[in-house]
């Protein structure tokens, strides 16, 4: 799952080519993109279980 973690990092929140240099601003743009992902599935999941209420 680990891996799977680092392939959605690295193809959707463009972690492959970093615009950002200095290890503090790669470390803060790491961070952000690894929340947003966090938050993404977190949303996704929510959606899901009204689906499911409301189909039921």
Known sequence: SVERTFSRLKEH???????????????????????SLIAARIAAEKIKLQN???AA
């Open 13 to 35: 929140l463009n972690l492959e080519n970093l615009t950002v240099m200095g290890a503090k601003k790669v470390k803060t743009h790491l961070l952000l993109s690894s929340i």
């Open 52 to 54: 499911q209420t409301l």
